[in-house]
């Protein structure tokens, strides 16, 4: 009859699906019900140079509860990419990773040479003295957009320096 539903092979996935999410968001519960307050320190992209640019940024939770970064877009770029740099006997490469958590009550640091933001193929017009929007996607708290301005390269790596002397009065 015309009336009969077509079979539905998505049903099984999607009963698995949900049970999955239920069991995340226990573990995610389990201990912390409070709410993500999520704060986005001053950020800033280099120039780009063959076809990328570094973006240094900090985020913070200044919640009760925690929240996880599951990426970044922006409209000045091809895409944007978290990566982990990895040093082995000495040599530097890096790993692209999907997110990044950021529990109650701390940073995290996006820098060259640890977790970092890069840039995938950045428009050509981005140049020092300009700024442009970045989108955080955090799981919990939503979309985040962030202004980032253009800084020379090596004004970049000063700024890394100085922040990681931060710690040091
Ligand atoms: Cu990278």
Do not use: W, Y
């Amino acid at each position: 009859m015309a009336t009969r539903s077509h079979p539905r092979p998505d049903a099984g996935k999607l009963v698995t699906a949900a049970a999955v999410a239920a069991t995340v968001l226990a573990l995610v519960g389990c201990g912390s019900s409070g709410e993500p307050d999520i704060e986005v320190g001053r950020a800033q992209a280099s120039e780009p140079v063959a076809g990328s640019a570094q973006v240094v940024l900090d985020v913070t939770n200044l919640g009760d509860g925690p929240d996880t970064i599951a990426g970044a877009d922006t409209t000045s770029a091809f895409a944007v990419e978290m990566h982990q740099t990895i040093v082995d006997d000495g040599s530097h490469s890096m790993t692209e990773i999907e997110t990044v958590d950021v529990d109650a009550g701390e940073t995290v640091r996006f820098r060259p040479g640890q977790v970092h933001l890069m840039l995938v193929a950045p428009d050509e017009e981005l140049a020092v003295g300009g700024t442009f929007e970045l989108i955080l996607h955090l799981e919990r708290s939503g979309d985040v957009t962030v202004p980032v301005e253009v800084v020379d390269l090596l004004d970049l790596a000063e700024g890394t320096f100085d922040e990681t002397d931060d710690s040091d009065p």
